[in-house]
């Protein structure tokens, strides 16, 4: 007889006994410089809160507001009745900050991705994408009908030989959309979007980007990727993002013409078919954008802080990689010496987890430090004595006389 349920256990067990699985750390109350972790104060290391946002007065008293105007929910999926006023305030905000004619809120990233590339290219079109792009752009290739092709990681040289490549198929391809994420999260290495851009615009291709951990980081003010390679935006079709990541909050986001807008939200079956934000988040994303645009230091905190831990940990002698952003990969090898590392940083009072096979190649185990705005100089320098501490126990940097 067949057992409808069995794999269910089984398979979790698989991974649990090859280290695998998910260990969920639970916090109790706000993600802040410091956290209450599994019931212990530690230095947060390793969210994606990059400006400290999530806990900032502004979007929290936002969120209440909108919940004594609005009501705790949206009542539907924004094309039948969830659209407020709020809604389309923040798709105005958004545009204006990034500069484009027009945005589209979605739930969430994974959403805009999984849901827009897809439309974006279908049978009879290829979609050109970087073997790291995060998982969310790799199932929105997979749900659609286009063929695919992947070039090396952020090698325009090789991207342009796919490309040439491409254009030799007949009958042509009707569409070729490039999709890259702006910032890497496992490197914290960046895109070479300009080149992409331009090879781009050669082949009469669409340009993606996802640029989950490049909003609120470069650019100017932290308007992203695009404003840090200052491209003109018929070069870069398509700007996604995230509200999760430095702006604090939930919810996914695409930004370019008015045109994509309008073909996004009538073809998006994540957007159509999920229902919309409830009114405090929308109103904390608002907020969230407002300090953006009127606070500026808390990009530049950010910039100087990663200055600081980047060079303490070299100084040290660990090995951080190749990253150019405030993603700081402590590079340690192996897996079970990453998970160890990581474990000892606990006990000592610093939340930062290991990323180890299967999310990076085998023998590239780290651990992954994000930077906030929000930590002090003695923060860091708690944090760099907690790497020193660890690293010499675990013979990963020399214990020097
Ligand atoms: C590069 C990238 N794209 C998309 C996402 C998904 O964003 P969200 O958390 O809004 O679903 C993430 C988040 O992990 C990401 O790192």
Redesign the pocket.
């Known amino acids: 007889m067949r057992d409808p349920t069995s794999f269910l256990r089984q398979e979790y067990e698989d991974l649990v006994s090859q280290e695998l699985d998910w260990k969920l750390r639970v916090l109790s109350g706000p993600s802040a410089p410091w956290c209450v972790v599994d019931g212990k104060k530690v230095l947060m290391l390793c969210s ?1 809160n990059y400006l400290g946002l999530s806990n900032h007065p502004k979007l929290k008293e936002a969120a209440k507001r909108a919940v004594d105007s609005h009501g705790a929910g949206s009542g539907s999926v924004r094309p039948i009745a969830g659209t407020m006023d709020l809604h389309m305030e923040l798709e105005r905000r958004l545009a204006r900050f990034k500069g484009a004619e027009a945005s589209l809120v979605y739930q ?6 999984a849901g827009l590339i897809p439309q974006l290219a279908g049978k009879g079109d290829v979609i050109v994408s970087d073997e790291l ?5 790799i199932d929105g290739v997979r749900l659609s009908a286009a063929e695919r092709r992947v070039y090396k990681h952020s090698d325009a040289d090789d991207l342009a030989s796919v490309l040439d490549e491409v254009e030799k198929i007949f009958p042509p391809f009707r569409r070729i959309l490039i999709v890259t ?5 496992m490197d914290g290495d960046v895109a070479p979007l300009d080149r992409i851009a331009s090879l781009g615009a050669e082949h009469g291709a669409m340009v993606y980007v ?1 640029d ?2 490049g909003e609120g980081v470069l650019g100017e003010g932290g308007r992203g990727i695009v404003s840090h390679f200052r491209l003109s935006r018929d070069k870069v079709q398509v700007e ?1 993002g ?4 430095a702006f604090g909050v ?3 986001h695409i930004s370019g013409t008015r045109d994509l807008v309008n073909f996004a939200y009538n073809k998006s079956r994540t957007w159509t078919l999920s229902g919309s934000h409830p009114p405090a988040v929308v109103a904390a994303c608002i907020a969230a954008v407002d300090v953006l645009e009127r606070e500026p230091q808390h990009v530049q905190k950010l910039w100087e802080n990663t200055r600081y831990f980047k060079k303490a940990l070299t100084d040290l002698g660990f090995d951080i990689g190749k990253s150019t952003t405030p993603i700081t990969p402590v590079m340690v090898g192996d897996s079970g010496r990453a998970k160890r590392l990581s474990a000892r940083l606990y006990e000592i009072g610093v939340l930062a987890l290991p990323i180890v096979y299967p999310m990076v190649a085998q023998g590239k185990a780290r651990i992954r430090t994000i930077m906030n705005a929000a930590l002090t100089k003695k923060d860091l320098d708690f944090a760099t004595s907690a790497f020193e501490k660890a690293g010499k126990e675990l013979g990963i940097i020399p214990v020097r006389a």
Do not use: E, L, Q
């Open positions: 994606n969430t990233g994974f959403a805009a991705n792009n995060h998982g969310s752009i994420d702006g910032v890497f999260s996802d989950a951990h996604m995230t509200f999760s990541k939930v919810g996914g």
